[in-house]
């Protein structure tokens, strides 16, 4: 028997996601997110099980996904790196692979 070789999931990916400086730290950001889960869980829209994300390897913009419920996809940095075959000598790497699961997210679908 063959063992499994799923190698990929389906996924929707998040780029350059932003709200205007003026209105950061104020809810916007958690609002969107909430909104985008909804978006992609409820009836199934894309069968996508996952929202990825490249985020800014930055203090505030990773503490607002870690906020938002998104785990890191690697969570070394060096082995990141080493998976993406950038080299250690590259650290620290600009951005972080990051994941949220949409089945984390309970609704009536
Ligand atoms: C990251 C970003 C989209 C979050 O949107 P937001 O409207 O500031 O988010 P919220 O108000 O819901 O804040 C949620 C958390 O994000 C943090 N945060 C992240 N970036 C922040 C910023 N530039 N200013 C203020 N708070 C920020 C907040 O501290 C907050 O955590 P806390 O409640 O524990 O303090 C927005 O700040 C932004 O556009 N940043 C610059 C661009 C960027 O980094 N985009 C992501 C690219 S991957």
Do not use: W
């Given at each position: 028997m063959?063992?499994k070789?799923l190698?990929r999931f389906?996924a929707?990916?998040?780029?350059r996601?932003?709200t ?6 104020q ?8 909104f ?10 894309t069968?996508?099980?996952?929202l990825i994300?490249?985020?800014l ?13 998104f785990c890191?996809?690697i ?5 990141e ?5 950038i080299?250690v ?6 951005t972080?692979l990051?994941y949220?699961d949409?089945?984390k997210l309970?609704v009536n679908?």
């Amino acid at each position: 028997m063959r063992d499994k070789t799923l190698k990929r999931f389906p996924a929707v990916l998040i780029g350059r996601l932003g709200t205007n400086k003026e209105f950061a730290g104020q809810g916007y950001g958690t609002a969107i997110m909430d909104f985008i889960k909804v978006l992609f869980r409820t009836n199934n829209r894309t069968g996508c099980r996952f929202l990825i994300v490249d985020a800014l390897n930055r203090p505030d913009t990773l503490h607002y996904y870690e906020k938002n419920g998104f785990c890191y996809l690697i969570a070394d940095e060096r082995l990141e790196a080493k998976y993406m075959g950038i080299g250690v000598g590259r650290l620290p790497l600009n951005t972080r692979l990051m994941y949220f699961d949409l089945l984390k997210l309970k609704v009536n679908s």
